[in-house]
């Protein structure tokens, strides 16, 4: 009895270490960050009638949090739709270190 508690205890603290070891990275892939950001420039440009008249170049890398924050953005633009709004520089902080905006942090 004792050694199945005792297995019990080990399976589960290993299976804790395991979890508590995981790495979420900060970055997300290229593909999904465009469709991301495309669904929100649509249905804004959709609402609106117009947009910007130049593409959202992303980097290999974007930034998970720039992203989310950028497509959320767009989103709440107001009509007219001519311009990105300026936190989308967020996504580019992984490769630019001047792009990174003090008041848009993640908590």
Same mark, same amino acid.
């Given at each position: ?25 900060p ?41 989310? &924050?950028?497509? %959320?953005? $767009?989103?709440?633009? *107001? #009509?007219?739709?001519? +311009?990105? =709004? &300026?936190?989308? %520089?967020? $996504?580019?902080?992984? *490769? #630019?270190?001047l792009? +990174?905006? =003090? &008041?848009?942090?993640?908590?």
């Amino acid at each position: 009895m004792r050694r199945r508690i005792l297995c019990l205890v080990l399976i589960s603290g290993l299976a804790a270490l395991a979890s508590a070891c995981r790495f979420d990275s900060p970055y997300m892939d290229l593909n999904d960050a465009y469709s991301e950001i495309g669904v929100s420039i649509a249905d804004t440009a959709r609402r609106c009638g117009a947009q910007p008249s130049y593409p959202l170049i992303l980097p290999e890398l974007p930034s998970e949090y720039g992203v989310r &924050l950028c497509s %959320l953005l $767009i989103l709440q633009q *107001s #009509c007219p739709f001519t +311009d990105y =709004p &300026l936190p989308c %520089l967020e $996504i580019y902080t992984a *490769s #630019c270190e001047l792009c +990174d905006l =003090p &008041l848009y942090k993640p908590e």
